[in-house]
């Protein structure tokens, strides 16, 4: 089935620690995107990439480092500069980097970080 | 300020009772893409409708319809005959003909009591 997998669903990890979030789809989608959804504040944009190898910051990418090195993968490295990662990390997926096109949206990774 | 505004927080509803989830927006662009997404409590966002800035028909599936209106910026979502099964955090987005990013609005929490 043609998807968007992020493992692992629930992550731990000790403060000061980097993390990794896995994200990869099989659509054959040029763009990819990183969000955070915090209770009651929606889904808030940390990185995008429209093509491999090229990425954009969003809003709040303070914290956080990405990479592009295939076009099916697009991993979130959530480092220990981010002052509070504890959060719901939704990775999505679209045909391009045009906002005409919707976004495909992966199972999401929640992270505690304690 | 706020590009998207779901001013509902929470909604409860009996079953088999018709809800209206309102969305305004906010963009100078005249290009821009709206849509609907809903939430299940599982975490991951499935995308329900877009609509362009030059389309303002209302369009009906089954149960839902959306009533989009320019003149109001606004693009409304109804379901009619809730089920159990919409209870859900619905989002609305807005995509403008510049930048590159989706805005999201806060979300609304509906839940259908049966």
């Known amino acids: 089935d043609g998807g968007i997998t992020q493992s692992p669903k629930y992550l731990f990890r000790k403060e000061g620690q980097n993390v990794t979030l896995s994200c990869e789809q099989n659509?054959?989608?040029?763009?990819m995107y990183w969000y955070r959804q915090d209770p009651g504040q929606g889904l808030r944009l940390i990185y995008y990439s429209q093509i491999v190898n090229d990425f954009q910051k969003g809003d709040i990418a303070e914290g956080y480092s990405v990479s592009r090195e295939k076009k099916e993968s697009f991993p979130l490295t959530v480092t220990s500069a981010q002052k509070n990662p504890t959060a719901f990390y939704l990775c999505?997926?679209?045909?391009?980097?045009?906002?005409?096109?919707?976004?495909?949206f992966g199972p999401g990774t929640r992270l505690t970080v304690t | 300020a706020q590009k998207v505004t779901q001013a509902q927080t929470e909604i409860s509803v009996v079953e088999k009772e018709d809800v209206t989830l309102d969305c305004v927006y906010e963009t100078r662009d005249t290009t821009y893409y709206l849509f609907w997404y809903k939430q299940p409590p599982s975490g991951e966002l499935v995308f329900l409708i877009r609509?362009?800035?030059?389309?303002?028909q209302n369009e009906i599936s089954g149960r839902y319809s959306w009533n989009f209106q320019k003149s109001t910026s606004s693009f409304n979502f109804t379901i009619t005959a809730s089920q159990v099964v919409d209870s859900a955090v619905y989002f609305c987005?807005?995509?403008?003909?510049?930048?590159?990013?989706?805005?999201f609005g806060t979300g609304t929490s509906l839940t259908v009591i049966p």
């Open positions: 609509r362009n800035s030059f389309d303002e």
């Open positions: 659509l054959n989608h040029d763009a």
């Open positions: 987005a807005l995509s403008e003909s510049t930048g590159n990013q989706f805005y």
């Open positions: 999505a997926s679209s045909p391009r980097g045009l906002r005409s096109y919707e976004q495909y």
